[in-house]
């Protein structure tokens, strides 16, 4: 059983389109988020949510949208794609925010906008 | 500049190697420091933490922060093929709702 799941794997899309990737977790963690890793690995957050409220919006586009159903989902909206939203976006839960560092990974949706 | 510092490599090193992977940082805010291993086409996962300065061992992995010189290291004994992977290193500081750091990833490939 997947304790960190994403869906889609890989997704290949034209710019100006709109798209969504989806993200469960079946740990019971109360915290969920959203990193991007750029070509070159690098790793940087995007959004977190704590039992369904957003908590964390880094500096993002608001083309990109989180929406958290309940605190077992978070899922991410990008309007309008761009050629620079290409990249690996995971997703991650923790028991909670303050667990600092002990986040579970999903394997990460490769999205390429072509 | 960046917050975390790390040698993107690749490192390439033969089997039963010392490794030794490090980061830099300039956050003295940050208490809470983190490896992650990524294999390839996988998510990062946590492999050693360490809270404030000292030592951490756990098996074949040893991970060391000195605080002082903002500086972490982390040490992998007899290294193995299955090790090869790219190892993260991440920091947090208190009340920052989870908010991890990543340096920019290690490549490390162990050679049989």
């Known amino acids: 059983d997947t304790a960190v799941s994403q869906t889609p794997k890989y997704l290949v899309t034209q710019m100006g389109n709109d798209k969504s990737i989806k993200c469960e977790q079946n740990?019971?963690?109360?915290?969920m988020y959203w990193y991007k890793q750029d070509s070159k690995k690098f790793l940087k957050i995007m959004f977190s949510y704590n039992n369904k409220e957003l908590i964390i919006n880094e500096t993002v586009p608001n083309r990109f949208s989180p929406k958290s159903p309940d605190k077992a989902h978070l899922n991410l909206h990008i309007n309008s794609l761009e050629l620079g939203d290409s990249a690996v976006y995971f997703c991650?839960?923790?028991?909670?925010?303050?667990?600092?560092?002990?986040?579970?990974f999903g394997s990460g949706t490769r999205l390429t906008v072509v | 500049q960046k917050e975390v510092e790390q040698d993107p490599g690749p490192l390439s090193v033969p089997e039963g190697a010392i490794v030794s992977l490090n980061c830099t940082y300039s956050?003295?805010?940050?208490?809470?420091f983190m490896w992650y291993r990524q294999y390839s086409r996988k998510g990062p996962e946590l492999l050693m933490y360490t809270y404030s300065s000292g030592n951490k061992e756990d098996g074949r992995f040893t991970a060391q922060v000195d605080k002082s010189s903002k500086y972490i290291s982390l040490f992998i004994r007899d290294s193995q093929p299955s090790d090869s992977a790219t190892y993260l290193c991440a920091m947090s500081s208190y009340n920052q709702g989870g908010k991890l750091i990543f340096g920019q990833g290690t490549e490390l490939s162990v050679k049989p």
């Open positions: 991650a839960s923790s028991q909670d925010p303050g667990a600092q560092g002990w986040m579970t």
């Open positions: 956050n003295s805010a940050f208490q809470y």
């Open positions: 740990l019971g963690h109360d915290t």
